[in-house]
């Protein structure tokens, strides 16, 4: 199993499709056994104010450590999931197990943004928001604590029927980001009219800052179409100082990445808060 994606994500996808057939419906089994076998769980990587490096916020990225086959990298499991429809299930249980950590953490006293990877199958079942307002009200959490990552493929097909999807979920209180923001084919027209919070930029673009002349220009231009709209906006994958200091002088909002932390179990997320501090969510 190709267990860490490539530096290239075009490489990695090359490889993924020619995955024999056997080998992702033997890895969709090992994948349900898994969910049965509570092999999965989730690590919650820091959202950092880019101004003073205090914690605002943490995605929730799932991780499959398996006794039989190690850690697997959702990178190369998801896809597969996405093509069996097994997403569906998973992204499901994503959801609780996110929505009842961050209820953890609000009863704890610590109001901390959690965001959560939304697949389109996942968005598209009808049943999806009443599943999350049930969730949302059994853990007791308040819903603007929780963010809905969804990618710009999802907001591109059935464009009526989204928006109004998206209303019903911003209705019950929940924040949206459109997450890898830049790689899709977002209709800017339409990104006016969707209830959006936040976008994140892909990390492709900030990985070479300052050295890649149009990575700079495009990341600079989200920033400021972020700023037109009135969104928030975020960057992935910060891996260095140089690039915290573009980005901050660009007028970007906050960042994750390794600078500050990987994605990070419970325990430890909470313990780097301690160091850091919190900035608490506002309330645009
Ligand atoms: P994503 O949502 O764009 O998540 C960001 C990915 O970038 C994560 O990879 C994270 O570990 C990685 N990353 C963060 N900072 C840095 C950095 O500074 N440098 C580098 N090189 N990488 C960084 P991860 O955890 O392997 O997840 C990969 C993708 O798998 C995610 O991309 C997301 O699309 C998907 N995924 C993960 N968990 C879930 C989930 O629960 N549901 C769904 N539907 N997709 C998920
Ligand atoms: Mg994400
Ligand atoms: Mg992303
Ligand atoms: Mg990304």
């Known amino acids: 199993y190709i267990k860490e994606r490539g530096r290239n994500g075009l490489c990695f996808y090359r490889r993924q499709m020619n995955l024999h057939l056997l080998e992702r419906v033997r890895l969709d089994h090992a994948m349900r056994e898994a969910l049965l076998r509570r092999h999965f ?3 919650y990587q820091p959202q950092v104010n880019l101004k003073d490096g205090r914690i605002k916020g943490a995605e929730a990225l799932l991780r499959w450590s398996d006794p039989d086959l190690g850690n697997l990298s959702p990178a190369h499991f998801i896809p597969i999931a996405e093509e069996s429809g097994f997403i569906v299930a998973l992204g499901d249980w994503v ?33 999806f928001s009443e599943r999350l ?12 604590l929780l963010e809905l990552e969804l990618t710009e493929s999802i907001l591109i097909q059935n464009i009526e ?24 084919y977002s209709n800017l ?4 009219r969707f209830p959006i ?5 892909d990390r492709s673009f900030v990985s070479d800052i300052p050295n890649d002349e149009s990575d700079t220009v495009i990341a600079t231009a989200v920033i400021s179409l972020a700023k ?4 928030q906006v975020i960057a992935e994958g910060v891996e260095n100082e140089t690039q915290r200091q573009f980005l901050l002088e660009a007028g970007c909002h906050a960042f994750q990445g390794y600078l500050c932390a990987p994605a990070l179990r419970p325990e ?14 506002s309330a645009d």
């Open 197 to 201: 919070h936040r976008l994140k930029i």
């Open 228 to 231: 037109a709209l009135n969104l």
């Open 268 to 281: 430890q997320l909470e313990a780097l808060i301690m160091r850091l501090g919190l900035d608490e969510p």
């Open 161 to 184: 029927e989204t928006l109004e999807r998206l209303q019903i979920l911003v209705g019950l209180g929940v924040r949206l980001a459109i997450d890898d923001f830049g790689t899709g």
């Open 95 to 127: 959801l609780q197990q996110a929505i009842t950590q961050a209820a953890r953490w609000y009863c704890e006293g610590l109001r901390l943004l959690v965001s959560v990877n939304v697949s389109a199958a996942q968005f598209q079942q009808p049943d």
């Open 189 to 192: 027209a339409y990104l006016k």
């Open 133 to 144: 307002a049930r969730y949302l009200a059994e853990a007791n959490l308040p819903p603007d």
């Open 41 to 43: 769980w989730l690590a």
